[in-house]
Nanobody
Framework: QVRLVESGGGLVQPGGSLRLSCAAS????????MGWHRQAPGKDRELVAT??????TNYADSAKGRFHISRDNAQRTYLDLSSLTPEDTATYYCMIGTPWGNYWGQGTLVTVSS
């Protein structure tokens, strides 16, 4: 069974940056979209950014101009976070969507605090 594993979370000061990475443990066929979501304490999970095979990207308003999603040819995705604020504190989840269902990682915690 394919698993997604995120890494790169941690504690960062306001205004700082982090790079999140997501790797799949095996080959996933028929990838339609790769993306990142996040869930803050007491809130619903929300979309942060997506990227499709053509390279086209989509961002939540809160992420525009501060976050950047990318991928490589090895089914890895990256989310570069910059200008972080305490409101960005959340567990970040990567996701890969196929016509047959979605794969999710276990999440990586990002804490923005001084």
């Amino acid at each position: 069974q394919v698993r997604l594993v995120e890494s790169g979370g941690g504690l960062v000061q306001p205004g700082g940056s982090l790079r999140l990475s997501c790797a799949a443990s095996g080959t996933i066929a028929g990838i339609k979209v790769m993306g990142w979501h996040r869930q803050a304490p007491g809130k619903d999970r929300e979309l942060v950014a997506t990227i499709i095979p053509s390279g086209a990207t989509n961002y939540a308003d809160s992420a525009k101009g501060r976050f950047h999603i990318s991928r490589d040819n090895a089914q890895r995705t990256y989310l570069d976070l910059s200008s972080l604020t305490p409101e960005d504190t959340a567990t970040y989840y990567c996701m890969i969507g196929t016509p047959w269902g979605n794969y999710w990682g276990q999440g990586t915690l990002v804490t923005v605090s001084s």
